[in-house]
């Protein structure tokens, strides 16, 4: 399962062909510019307008709302798991089982190689997005690699391994709130020690699939090179069964972002203010972000997974956390599916809801896909009063 959030907003003219208002099949469609790079995956791709995220307020970014399915806001922690991780709870274990990628501008993901705006593991449990590719190499391939890299991946080794045992042996004398936050600051360091040592049990295996470390990663000429290496970190985690669960926040999930690299001046807060339909700066962007999601079918294509394909058995879902645009109520929420989870969703179509539906219920649809019986993601009925005018998955994604 894979998550691709595109900060900024997501507006239904870059993604629905011109001239279709009703539900119907992509077979004759001519897909719109800012998404032709799909045009050879038409067959595997579902466009859906007519969710809504009101309950989110979105406005700059619903942040952690925007996989919860609740209302999110700039520095206010998540209120519940995001679906990203309940998936990666309810999919068979893996030895990682959520990975997050996020990209930004090089200010940015220099200064902060971690942040945690999108997922969220439960109340108060944020999950770190990985932006540095050198950080997230030498923790997925460091005790595989040669050099330079094995050696800062076995320097930072035992000094985790010594903090978590100085942290595990302190705090016990802490009053009761400072003591919850302080054993999550130690299972910190428990997990990605743990982590480590189970990477190091299947190191033949991975050998074959660890990235090679290029310029990209130690002299990057744009930002948009480390977007790069980070999504070929994040495919090689999915190919290696490391993880079943990537989710990539491209704009980490904020108002900021740069894509100099594809000739884009302009970043952040600004380009937020510039509409999307037909402005050149966007098309650009959208560009990119469909030849990852191209790149990520083609890679999964090429993986044998039972009788067909790693592909064949992945959903792919990309939208925004910030909705249809910046500045918004959340009243239109479009999504695109990629995939069709072993025949599960239907493909090759348009879907025009009437509004009144959440994106909890398609959140819902995916837990439903996945095994798990819900009728509800993150709504209690009291708010569904309010927000869905329905129960359960949406009909018209599943077969």
């Known amino acids: 399962m894979i998550f691709f959030m595109q ?25 719109p510019e800012p998404i032709q790079a799909l045009e050879p995956f038409k067959e595997r791709l579902h466009i ?7 309950h ?33 709870q309810v999919l068979p274990e893996t030895l990682l089982p959520h990975l997050c990628i996020g990209m930004d501008s090089m200010e940015n993901m220099t200064a902060k190689p971690t942040v945690a705006n999108l997922s969220a593991s439960g109340a108060g449990q944020p999950i770190f997005m990985h932006s540095n590719p050198n950080h997230l190499y030498r923790m997925l391939y460091g005790g595989i690699a040669q050099g330079k890299i094995r050696q ?3 320097a930072r080794s035992r000094l985790f391994d010594r903090i978590e045992q100085l942290a595990t042996a302190k ?14 600051f130690v299972q910190g360091f428990t997990d990605i020690n743990g982590l480590r040592g189970r990477l190091a049990a299947v190191s033949d295996h991975l050998q074959a699939f660890a990235p090679e470390v290029d310029d990209r990663y130690t002299h990057p000429e744009f930002e948009t090179d480390w977007h790069d290496v980070l999504l070929d970190l994040g495919i090689s985690a999915l190919k290696s069964g490391i993880t079943s669960v990537l989710t990539v926040g491209s704009g980490r999930g904020e108002i900021f972002g740069a894509w100099k690299g594809l000739g884009v001046d302009q970043q952040g807060h600004n380009l937020g203010h510039i509409k999307q339909p037909d402005n050149p700066i966007w098309i650009k962007i959208r560009q990119y972000n469909c030849r990852m999601l191209a790149k990520l079918m083609e890679e999964l294509e090429s993986v044998p997974e039972g009788s067909g394909t790693m592909m064949d058995h ?3 879902v990309y939208t925004s956390n910030n909705a249809d645009k910046q500045h918004t109520n959340g009243a239109t929420w479009p999504v695109m599916l990629l995939g069709n989870c072993g025949g599960t969703f239907k493909s090759g179509r348009f879907t025009q809801l009437d509004g009144t539906r959440p994106i909890n219920a398609l959140y ?21 009063k309010q927000f869905d005018s329905g129960n359960g998955p949406l009909k018209e994604v599943l077969v």
């Open 48 to 54: 859906i307008n007519g969710l809504h995220g009101l």
């Open 56 to 88: 989110t307020s979105p406005n700059h970014s619903a942040f952690f709302g925007a996989l919860g399915g609740y209302r999110g806001s700039d520095g206010v922690p998540p209120s519940g798991p995001t679906i990203d991780y309940e998936l990666s």
């Open 171 to 184: 705090g016990y004398s802490l009053p009761d709130p400072t003591q919850q936050r302080y054993n999550q």
């Open 364 to 384: 819902t649809t995916l837990l439903r896909a996945s095994g798990e019986d819900r009728d509800r993601f993150n709504m209690s009925e009291k708010l569904a």
């Open 152 to 154: 800062q991946h076995e």
């Open 314 to 316: 992945t959903l792919i």
């Open 7 to 31: 900060n900024q907003g997501f507006h239904p003219e870059t993604c629905i062909p011109k001239g279709m208002v009703n539900s119907g099949s992509l077979a004759q469609a001519k897909l």
